[in-house]
């Protein structure tokens, strides 16, 4: 018993501070046990910088690659490979997090706007990596590969599907645009297909991840559209 009560007033103290000080942190006075922790209150502007780091740390690992020539025998096509697989992932994340908020995890949908603007980023990279290695700035071989490749056209036409979310994704661009805001950000389905297809298109005889990610998407945008047609008009 005994030892069990230091233990907790080690605990305490190592989370307020010391066991005789009054508790800097609100959530510690009348807890006698770990599960204080769960109600310490991260302020909300140091919770938005940790995802804003979490979300830079594949762009940090690629520089610290880079800067250290260790992106393999091709770097080109390992950065494009690498920057489209997240801007994947980040579509895939953000369209989880309503289906999460809805099962009472609003991790995710409290910061949506900094995911999008990450996917959105890391997309944006890989279409200025395809620009300098693939048509070299040139708009005339920009046109002709979107004429002759169908996964470069998809690829670009996700690209500009997500262009409108980002511009408007400031508080301002919602109270502006009232509804159409919601309609204009609908635009994540058609981005997120096209997105696969383009997948799809590359994945050549290694269908593995484009069937995965295939079925994950599948299964985000039913729920969205069960989700808009139970909602009541
Ligand atoms: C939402 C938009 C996009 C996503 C999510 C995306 C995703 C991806 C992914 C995951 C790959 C690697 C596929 C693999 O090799 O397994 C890839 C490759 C590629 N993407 Fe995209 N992409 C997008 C937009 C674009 C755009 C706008 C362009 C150019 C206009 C483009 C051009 C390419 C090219 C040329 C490759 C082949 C790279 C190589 O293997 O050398 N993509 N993309």
Same mark, same amino acid.
């Given at each position: ?14 989370? *307020?501070?010391?066991?005789? @000080? ?11 046990? =770990? ?10 502007? *140091?919770?938005? /910088?940790?995802?804003?780091? =979490? ?14 020539? !260790? %992106?393999? #025998?091709?770097? +080109?096509?390992? $950065? ?8 994947? &992932? ?8 309503? #289906? ?24 944006? $990279? ?15 071989? %920009?046109?002709?590969?979107?004429? @002759? &490749? ?9 690209? =500009?599907?997500?262009? #409108? ?5 400031? !508080? ?7 509804? &159409?805001?919601?309609?204009?950000? &609908?635009? /994540?389905?058609? +981005? ?6 383009? $997948? ?17 998407? +599948?299964?985000? $945008? ?12």
């Amino acid at each position: 018993m005994a030892t069990r009560s230091r233990w907790q007033a080690f605990t305490r103290a190592w989370i *307020c501070g010391s066991s005789t @000080e009054p508790p800097r942190i609100s959530a510690c006075g009348d807890a006698t046990n =770990l599960s204080v922790l769960t109600k310490v209150k991260v302020p909300s502007w *140091c919770a938005t /910088i940790a995802v804003i780091t =979490l979300c830079l740390l594949p762009l940090a690992q690629l520089a610290f690659q880079l800067a250290f020539e !260790d %992106l393999g #025998p091709d770097p +080109a096509k390992l $950065l494009m490979q690498s920057t489209g697989e997240w801007g994947l &992932r980040g579509l895939a994340i953000v369209l989880l997090a309503a #289906p999460l908020a809805q099962r009472g995890w609003r991790g995710l949908f409290r910061y949506r706007r900094v995911l999008g603007l990450s996917l959105f980023f890391y997309v944006s $990279l890989h279409f200025l990596l395809f620009a300098q290695v693939y048509v070299d700035w040139s708009g005339a071989l %920009l046109v002709e590969e979107l004429k @002759e &490749r169908p996964y470069v056209l998809v690829g670009f036409s996700a690209w =500009l599907a997500l262009l #409108p979310l980002t511009l408007t994704s400031t !508080d301002r661009s919602r109270r502006a645009l009232g509804r &159409r805001w919601r309609q204009l950000h &609908r635009l /994540i389905y058609p +981005a997120t297909v096209l997105a696969w297809l383009h $997948l799809f298109w590359l994945a050549r005889s290694d269908l593995g991840e484009a069937l995965v990610y295939g079925l994950a998407f +599948a299964a985000l $945008l039913l729920w969205r559209f069960r989700r808009a047609q139970l909602r009541p008009r």
